[in-house]
């Protein structure tokens, strides 16, 4: 059976994510979406809310998993007998940066990452973004899944 994860912060989960993680879902036996917890980082959502808005956005995927982990992501794939880390690529630095952490893990691990690039439409999101331009009042409808969009509105009001 052929097993991967995508892991990530999906605070909020955008249209982007969703571009990665049903791709990856079509490649793979089961995917497994994994949030980051970051107690350092002070998110928008919780990480039970950010869970909750992924599983109301990937149903449609009955191969998905959504779970949470902190500490490293290759003693996460470990544990759960992952083989493969998918990572969404936007840009040539996302690049720079993922393969490092790719190159990392197959050294610790022998994990493989596999990159996939963003479609084209989605190549400017990210959820940080979103949330600049969502707390000043710019309209993000467009780039959340309405669920998404739903809670933050509510988070933001």
């Not at 052929?2 to 912060?9: I, N, T």
């Not at 982007?16 to 791709?23: E, K, N, V, W």
């Not at 970051?38 to 909750?52: A, H, I, L, T, Y």
Request: net charge negative.
């Amino acid at each position: 059976m052929r097993r991967a994860v995508c892991p990530g912060s999906f605070d909020p989960p955008t249209f982007g994510h969703l571009d990665i993680i049903g791709r990856s879902a079509g490649l793979f036996d089961e995917l497994t979406v994994a949030v980051l917890v970051n107690p350092s980082k002070d998110g928008m959502f919780s990480v039970p809310e950010r869970q909750e808005l992924l599983h109301a956005t990937t149903s449609e995927w009955k191969n998905i998993t959504i779970d949470s982990f902190n500490g490293l992501l290759v003693d996460y794939c470990r544990t759960h007998s992952i083989d493969a880390i998918v990572k969404g690529l936007r840009a040539v630095s996302d690049f720079d940066y993922e393969l490092q952490m790719a190159q990392m893990n197959k050294r610790l691990t022998g994990i493989d990452t596999l990159f996939m690039p963003t479609s084209p439409e989605f190549s400017f999101l990210s959820s940080s973004l979103v949330k600049q331009v969502a707390r000043y009042g710019g309209d993000v409808s467009h780039l959340l899944p309405d669920v998404v969009h739903t809670a933050m509105q509510a988070k933001l009001a």
